[in-house]
T-cell receptor
Framework: QQQVKQSPQSLIVQKGGIPIINCAYE??????FPWYQQFPGKGPALLIA?????SEKKEGRFTISFNKSAKQFSLHIMDSQPGDSATYFC??????????????FGRGTQLTVWP | DVKVTQSSRYLVKRTGEKVFLECVQD?????MFWYRQDPGLGLRLIYF???????EKGDIPEGYSVSREKKERFSLILESASTNQTSMYLC?????????????FGPGTRLTVT
């Protein structure tokens, strides 16, 4: 079954808006939560990551919010730009044991930012 | 810069053919992965490898096999291609160190099986 559930599947916002992408998980062994960004014709690339011992992490216009008790996390893009139009994937990982390095991806959100 | 290269960007094969997809990484990464990407289904893990000659099944291994004879190279094999294997195939690699959650992806191979 899907270990990480992501919504919405697609999102359209105007330039300057704040798109929010949400993800949820069940496995409490997950302890790393990266987000990947994929432009058309390219492979995904790491955008930002968070550990569950912090509730928020910012890098530039991208912010991850983390709610450990609800087992949910989300990506916010401040002052969104047309160049942010891409597919975004949330993921979860376990930092130890036999599955170290394996990522469990959400199904992706296709973001379109209109100029 | 980490570079992950895949042997072909586009490939067209016939049903029943044996298909080889090659992936090479140049960063001495221990871990390598094969995914397929389909609209609405995201990235699904087919197989992965933590070391030379080692392989682990992912979520959708049926109809695929893999080979890792050298650390830098990870091959995906479709023993007898079928139309439902038409997809985008992505290879990735990562280190087992502190950056284990950062996977570096190749540009993908779009495979069409007719």
């Amino acid at each position: 079954q899907q270990q990480v559930k992501q919504s919405p599947q697609s999102l359209i916002v105007q330039k300057g808006g704040i798109p929010i992408i949400n993800c949820a998980y069940e496995n409490t062994a997950f302890d790393y939560f990266p987000w990947y960004q994929q432009f058309p014709g390219k492979g995904p690339a790491l955008l930002i990551a968070i550990r569950p011992d912090v509730s928020e992490k910012k890098e530039g216009r991208f912010t991850i919010s983390f709610n450990k008790s609800a087992k949910q996390f989300s990506l916010h893009i401040m002052d969104s730009q047309p160049g942010d139009s891409a597919t975004y994937f949330c993921a979860a990982s376990i930092s130890r044991g036999s599955t170290l390095g394996r990522l469990y991806f959400g199904r992706g959100t296709q973001l379109t930012v209109w100029p | 810069d980490v570079k992950v290269t895949q042997s072909s960007r586009y490939l067209v094969k016939r049903t029943g053919e044996k298909v080889f997809l090659e992936c090479v990484q140049d960063m001495d990464h221990e871990n390598m992965f094969w995914y397929r990407q389909d609209p609405g289904l995201g990235l699904r893990l087919i197989y992965f490898s933590y070391d030379v000659k080692m392989k682990e099944k992912g979520d959708i291994p049926e109809g695929y096999s893999v080979s890792r004879e050298k650390k830098e190279r990870f091959s995906l094999i479709l023993e007898s291609a079928s139309t439902n294997q038409t997809s985008m195939y992505l290879c990735a690699s990562s280190s087992s160190g502190t950056g284990f959650y950062e996977q570096y992806f190749g540009p993908g191979t779009r495979l069409t099986v007719t």
